[in-house]
């Protein structure tokens, strides 16, 4: 299951580019039928789960935990920085149940989450298309813990995925809001094209849950 992960990833890198949809369009019929092919058997489609309410207290802990480590054990990764969770997000993991908000979102069965990790970008970073590997389950949540927008900055950072549909943003796609603090995200990693452009801002989020879907 990893080399599928890596052939599909470095398919999808030869063919589009995370900040380029121009490419996407003029490409666009090849790369329809394998994200159609790629995403016929998916059960978690992404979504921004509007209504779930976090707990600030926990998230802001997120926040400051994510900063640290960032700051002193992150490493470079695929254009951006990662770092391991601690304290503060397993607690959060703990206190909310998380799988139930992906049970009740999608009507699936799923485990509670089982790992996790603190992503960071900067001004001018970004993540390229890619699919996760098999190993990190099968519903994916992603929690914004700071996005800082520049002043005067035309785009701000966002998470963007490739579907039969065409090249989706979030937030201009799926709502006339960006994805700001304490947002969540849901995402399905091995069965999804995604990526993250981040033209003018800087962001932190806690992919701290990786609920698995029986």
């Known amino acids: ?13 030869a063919h589009t580019a995370v900040g380029n949809p121009t490419r996407w369009h003029d490409e666009f019929p090849s790369i329809r039928n394998a994200v159609q092919s790629l995403a016929v058997h998916q059960r978690v489609p992404p979504s921004h789960l509007w209504g779930q309410p976090l707990p600030t207290e926990l998230v802001t802990a997120m926040a400051t935990e994510a900063q640290r480590a960032l700051s002193v054990a992150g490493y470079q990764h695929n254009g951006k920085r990662n770092a391991a969770v601690g304290e503060a997000a397993n607690h959060f993991a703990a206190q909310v149940d998380l799988a139930a908000l992906v049970a009740r979102s ?21 993540l390229d298309f890619h699919v996760d590997e098999a190993r990190f ?10 996005h800082a927008r520049r002043a005067g900055a ?33 995402t399905a990693g091995r069965r999804s094209a995604l ?3 981040s033209p003018s801002s800087a962001s932190a989020s806690a992919r701290v849950i990786r609920p698995s879907v029986f």
């Open 106 to 126: 999608t009507g699936l069965e799923v485990e509670q989450p089982h790992t996790g990790v603190y992503l960071g970008y900067t001004a001018g970073q970004f």
């Open 195 to 197: 990526g993250r452009a």
């Open 137 to 146: 389950g099968e519903a994916n949540l992603i929690i914004c813990l700071k």
């Open 154 to 186: 035309d785009k701000a950072s966002a998470t963007v995925f490739l579907s039969a549909a065409g090249y989706l943003e979030c937030g201009a796609s799926w709502a006339a809001v960006s994805f700001s603090t304490g947002h969540l995200r849901r």
């Open 1 to 13: 299951m990893v080399e599928t992960s890596r052939r599909w990833t470095a398919w999808l890198q």
